[in-house]
Structure formats: structure tokens, C-alpha cells
């Protein structure tokens, strides 16, 4: 009677002994590396977006944050309103531990979010605001949150999703009470609490080429011109089976913004797999394909220095709360079991450089 055993990566399996058929298999302990060591290797970042109760909660989800990944991001607790109760208080804590957990894991963080026109407190989006107003408001929470941070923040995002997808500055609170120079201001106010921060703007939907990355790019660019201290664009990659830029179009875009002399991010990838077509085993393969060309896409662009998703297991992501569908948009599943979009990307870091 044969034995069969099938080449699956090592780390699927525990260490110990395995019993079959009177014959006794050793399985050795783990040697297969994980994707932050990977990752190390080929010289960026790869990390995930990190939520506040699992991280309390949940021994997995600690094990495995902390084993795969070295550079992470708060999903919600450096935004305005859960650093912000009322208009005279701060509150760290939760954004507190989390960077005393990226520490002791010896991770990096990216800071997310100074300015945005989501999840603003409930005592801002009531207030009639002046011009002048807004401005020390603004400027007083970047003061006070980079600062608070200093010298532990790899990369915040300073302004997020500012542009419409028509190409125009979206109609925000802040382009509303203080115009469009909030955004300079922005990034000044940041450099000057941390000079040693990289700066970044971060959006959807101007991953490839298009109307929305095209403005995004004159953005930036005047920036620049403008001496406003800015480092880099993140690309938030929020994509799916149906939707996603082609890998051309992305290197095309990474190339331009390299010219410029700034990096980019990969900072908030998924993949739904809700519109897509055939089995689930098939749309995870699919998404696992996707994964990889875009892991791909940055490796091979010089100035792209990480990539990061916006969770890592399908316990905790926010694509079924926020399409209202079931998905499984993340490299692990429920379990914590790595899942083929895993695979993809531990193989495809595997990979001699040359080959690529
Ligand atoms: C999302 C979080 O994942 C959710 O938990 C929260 O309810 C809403 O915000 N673009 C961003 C992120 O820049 O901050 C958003 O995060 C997802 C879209």
C-alpha cells in the first residue's frame, strides 16, 4: 500500500510526528520563510492593515501579524474621530498599543489618516466653521497626532482621496471651509512635526492610467514645484475579480511618479471575489494570479517600497460590510489558513530576481 505525499509548503504542516500505515514521518520544523523575510530580501515592506479587537482578542491573529508581516497600519484608530471625542481631547490608547506592538515585533507602521472627509467626529461635521477655524483645527490635530508619533511613523498618509473621479478636487469639509490650499498646508504642517516621516497622498482608482491618475499626478507635480515637502503616492488598491488595472498601465504610472522623484505605496490591496465567474476554487485561483502581478508590478518598479494590504484574513475585512456581500477578499481565509493568493505571493518573493 503506497504512501502518497503530496509537495505542499512545509509550514502547512505542524512539526511533529505523523502516523500513517505504520511507517512514521518526521515532519521538520518550519523552513520555509515567511513573507516579511521574503520580502526583506527584495527590499520593501510588505504588510497589512491592522484592526484594534482582534489584535486584543485574538492569539491567531496576533501570531500570524506578527509572524508574516514588518510593516503595518492602524485601519481606523489614527483617524480623526476615534483620536478625537471632543474638540479639546485626544485619545491614544488604542493607537497607542498598536505601536507598541509594532515595535516589540520589530514592524514598521504607516500613520493613516491625517485628512480625510470620512470618519470625522460628529462635533466637527456639526460646527459652522470660519476659514480660520478649520485651519487651527487642522493644523492643531497634525501638530499634536504627528508629533504624539515622532520618530515611530515610516510613512503617513497626510491627505486621503482628495481628488473626485472626475479629475476635480472632491467637495470635502476642508476644500469647502479652507479651499484648496488645505493640502499643501497639510503636508507642511506634517514635516514640520517629523521631519524624518515620508509623506504620502493616498487614493483609489488612479492605480493605472486615467482621467483620476492623470490629476492625481498634476497634483503632485505642482506640488513639488510648490516645495511642499512630499515623498510619495500611495495607491490604495481596492480591486477585484472583475476590475483591475492592467499591470502595464500601473508600471506606466509608477514609472512617471519615479520621474518625479517620489515613491510609491501599495497601501490598501484587496481583492473581491464576489463578481467574478466559476467555482470558489477557481476565483481564488483567479485572485491569487491578481495578487501576484500586482506584488509583481511593484518589485519590478523601483521606487515602489511596499505593499500592503488592508487586512490579511478574511476574519476581519471590511469588503463584506461595505458592499453588503459575502467575500473573501484577503490571503488568509477565516481560519487563519493561508489561502492561494498566499502561495502566490510567498513564490512569486521566492523567485530568483533574474526570472521575474
Ligand atoms: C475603512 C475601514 O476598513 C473600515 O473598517 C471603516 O469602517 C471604514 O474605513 N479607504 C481608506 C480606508 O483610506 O481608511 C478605508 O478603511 C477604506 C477605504
Known sequence: MGLIIQAQ????????????????IKIAQTTTPSLRTLAAERGIKIGTAVRDLPLKNEPNYQKTLAEQFNIITPENVMKFEPLRPTPDSYNFEKADEMVAFASRNKMNLRGHVLVWHN???????????SRDEAISILRDHIYKVVGHYRGQIMAWDVVNEAMADDGRLRNTIWLQTIGPEYIEMAFRWAHEADPDAKLFYNDYGGEGRGRKSDAIYRLVEQLLLKKVPIDGVGLQMHVGLNYTPRPQEIANNMLRLSELGLEVHITEMDVKIQDGYGTRKERLVAQANIYRQMLQVCLKASNCKAFVMWGFTDAHSWIPQFTNRPDAALIFDENYQPKPAFYALVELLRQPVEVR
Do not use: D, M
Open 9 to 24: 509548503p512545509f509550514f502547512a504542516l505542524n512539526p511533529g510526528n505523523v502516523t500513517a500505515n505504520q511507517i512514521t
Open 119 to 129: 470618519q470625522l467626529p460628529k462635533w466637527l461635521k456639526e460646527k459652522k466653521l
